[in-house]
């Protein structure tokens, strides 16, 4: 989609830059570097709602300078995903940025990303071939290649995601910690709707019914602080908790586990800060959720929601 290079955003904020081009997006943020500005980054691929404006605030609150990446990247959907139908709403999303004070916007073509030929790509850490890696074999390959290409072309100080995402969230910190980018990797808390919902630019894709049933990751996840807190150690009977609930309201489960939040190793028992993760169908619709638990129970989840 056509978009001016610089929007003017009214009388107190300046223009926000729009950029399509790698060299001239390298270069603005050499320059701001160069003015001795922090410059802070949140890679995204558009369609974005109040989790990513949070992970943009985050940014702003460390960082002078802030650019937003809007990408639907190929090389991370499978081939029976949602590339094509993925929601891209580029104009939108640039109003919503210049409202917040974003200070350049980085949206390049496929064709900007993946010139003809380019064929090297990023073997992902170790920590991907878990669940995910498992349900999607090549989407972490694709996430590692364009969040490293996105780091080169925007060497910025400080890169923001979304615990949303956990695994990628651990895939990326891992990645940037064995390849010594300079970038520090942020992992920003879940934003959630007022009844629970984890916000995620799919869900969209979900009518009335399925709405009403997606509440049921985040309910089957409060299984888990509420299981540790009344003393269940045992991660297969928290797992089957979870599963059981789920059942009735969702289509397919891909996983619900509790896990090492580090490694994402299966444990026997809650002996160490554990993640629930959960992936499961609501229709053709699939989504993930998480929560971090502490042995004693405690939890981002306790809160009914993050507004
Ligand atoms: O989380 C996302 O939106 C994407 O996976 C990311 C990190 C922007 C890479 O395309």
Redesign the pocket.
């Known amino acids: 989609m056509a978009i001016d290079p610089v929007i003017e955003t009214g009388d107190s904020m300046p223009a926000i830059n729009i950029l399509d081009c790698p060299k001239k997006m390298f270069r603005w943020t050499r320059q701001q570097q160069a003015n001795g500005e922090l410059v802070g980054v949140v890679?995204?691929?558009g369609a974005l709602h109040e989790g990513?404006l949070s992970l943009v605030e985050a940014a702003r609150a460390r960082c002078e300078k802030v650019v937003v990446?809007i990408?639907?990247?190929p090389t991370?959907f499978g081939p029976n995903e949602d590339y094509e139908r993925y929601p891209r709403t580029l104009q939108k999303d640039v109003g919503l940025l210049s409202d917040l004070g974003v200070d350049c916007v980085f949206a390049p073509s496929k064709e900007d990303m993946y010139p003809q030929g380019s064929s090297t790509t990023v073997a992902p850490p170790a920590v991907a071939t878990k669940l995910e890696g498992e349900c999607r074999p090549e989407h972490f390959g694709?996430?590692c290649t364009?969040?490293l290409k996105?780091l080169q072309i925007i060497p910025a100080d400080l890169a923001c995601?979304?615990q949303k995402?956990f695994q990628?969230a651990l895939v990326?910190r891992n990645m940037v910690r064995d390849l010594n980018l300079p970038t520090q990797v942020a992992i920003c808390p879940i934003k959630r709707e007022p009844d629970g919902l984890a916000m995620s630019?799919r869900n969209v894709y979900l009518d009335a019914g399925e709405r009403k049933r997606a509440l049921s990751l985040v309910q089957a996840l409060r299984q888990v602080p509420e299981a540790i807190g009344q003393g269940i150690k045992d991660t297969g009977l928290i797992e089957t908790r979870m599963k059981e609930f789920l059942r009735p309201f969702v289509d397919r489960i891909d996983y619900a586990v509790v896990v090492d939040s580090e490694t994402l190793e299966c444990l026997e028992a809650v002996d160490r800060t554990v993640v629930g993760l959960i992936a499961a169908y609501i229709g053709k619709t699939r989504l993930i959720d998480n929560c971090v638990v502490s042995v004693a129970g405690e939890t981002d989840l306790l809160i009914e929601s993050n507004h």
Request: glycine share 10%; net charge negative.
């Open positions: 890679p995204t691929m990513h990446t990408f639907v990247n991370q694709g996430v364009i969040v996105l995601f979304g995402d990628q990326i630019s």
